[in-house]
């Protein structure tokens, strides 16, 4: 399981050849086609005029999709080798359509930026990367391209959200902010605060011991957020995915991780059992609630979703360390 998250069973981007670059770059703009043209026909009746930006946008990544299929087939023949983003080290994956659907054009918006800027990133990097001068001009030409892509995905907010004052700058600044400091940090602090509950609890049902419920607290959160720190700078080096320096995402998810789990650890250095507990109890609610508000402000995620899946979801998860602790 660590091996996969850590993205070992995957291949180095700086491991593949121009054939494989060019067939890397075939398989991702036919995905993004599809991706555009499935936000067009779901926006298509209460938002045609971005319905039909995104065919627009669908029908020039099939135009690149030609471009790299005529360059491939002139340099190496007509055999296509299948290299897809899931199987190179670094690469975001694409979210599924179905996950984007009533979250709103703004929510479809910031997808489609992260989508051009990785796009863009990864044409950058593998123009870099080629020594012929033919192929070295297509992906020069496709990150340019893929740069006109996120100023259309801007220009999306200022149309239908009537924000037309938002300085561009301070706009990419937010998303990087989200991006690099927010989404691991979130996910931290989720990891941390719900998978801790059930040994924490655990422990101290099964004990009644407030030190010893304390130690297992800490070497779980401690050890989560160490974890939880090298997976996610060890999965994305952010050059691909623009998502910012591993090392601050590292740090942002070991942290959050950690604070998650000693929340509701810390109380038990209370030595009277039942209090430290409903403290400890009242945390683990603080905590759920902040993590809902934290999805429901910066991941567009409504809020009443946002509580179902964490706060019943944690909710389920601390019934059965006390269950376990009781047994």
């Given at each position: 399981m660590l091996t996969h998250l850590l993205g070992r069973n995957k291949r180095r981007f700086d491991s593949l050849d121009e054939r494989e670059i060019l067939a890397l770059a075939i398989s991702s703009e036919e995905d993004d086609a599809r991706i555009y043209q499935s936000y067009a026909d779901m926006l298509r009746e209460e938002f045609p005029?971005?319905?039909?930006?995104?065919?627009?946008?669908?029908?020039?990544?099939?135009?690149?999709?030609?471009?790299?299929?005529?360059?491939?087939?002139?340099?190496?023949?007509?055999?296509?080798?299948?290299v897809r983003r899931e199987h190179i080290r670094g690469f975001i994956e694409r979210k599924p359509v179905w996950l984007m659907r009533n979250l709103g054009i703004e929510t479809i918006r910031q997808q489609v930026w992260e989508m051009e800027e990785a796009a863009g990133n990864f044409y950058a990097e593998a123009a870099k990367r080629t020594k012929d001068a033919a192929i070295r001009k297509l992906l020069g030409d496709l990150a340019a391209a893929e740069q006109h892509h996120k100023e259309t995905a801007d220009q999306l907010e200022k149309?239908?959200?009537?924000?037309?004052?938002?300085?561009?700058?301070?706009?990419?600044?937010?998303?990087?902010?989200?991006?690099?400091?927010?989404?691991?940090?979130?996910?931290?602090?989720?990891?941390?605060?719900?998978?801790?509950?059930?040994?924490?609890?655990?422990?101290?049902?099964?004990?009644?011991?407030?030190?010893?419920?304390?130690?297992?607290?800490?070497?779980?959160s401690v050890g989560a957020g160490i974890s939880m720190g090298f997976t996610e700078a060890a999965s994305d080096d952010g050059k691909l995915t623009?998502?910012?320096?591993?090392?601050?995402?590292?740090?942002?998810?070991?942290?959050?991780?950690?604070?998650?789990?000693?929340?509701?650890?810390?109380?038990?250095?209370?030595?009277?059992?039942?209090?430290a507990t409903i403290i400890a109890m009242v945390v683990v609610l603080v905590e759920?609630?902040?993590?809902?508000?934290?999805?429901?402000?910066?991941?567009?995620?409504?809020?009443?979703?946002?509580?179902?899946?964490?706060?019943?979801?944690?909710?389920?998860?601390?019934?059965a360390g006390i269950l376990i602790g009781n047994a």
């Open positions: 005029a971005s319905a039909k930006v995104f065919d627009g946008m669908a029908e020039e990544e099939h135009t690149h999709r030609q471009w790299l299929i005529d360059l491939f087939v002139k340099k190496f023949g007509d055999r296509i080798p299948l149309t239908h959200l009537d924000e037309t004052a938002i300085d561009e700058e301070k706009s990419q600044e937010h998303r990087r902010f989200v991006l690099t400091y927010v989404q691991p940090g979130l996910a931290g602090l989720m990891d941390g605060s719900v998978s801790t509950l059930a040994p924490i609890f655990a422990a101290a049902f099964a004990t009644h011991n407030t030190w010893a419920t304390f130690l297992v607290g800490l070497a779980a623009g998502r910012g320096s591993p090392v601050k995402r590292g740090f942002a998810a070991g942290i959050m991780t950690a604070l998650g789990g000693l929340g509701h650890a810390l109380p038990y250095l209370i030595p009277e059992f039942w209090t759920l609630w902040a993590i809902a508000f934290i999805q429901n402000r910066y991941m567009d995620t409504p809020f009443w979703r946002a509580v179902l899946m964490v706060v019943f979801g944690g909710s389920l998860v601390f019934a």
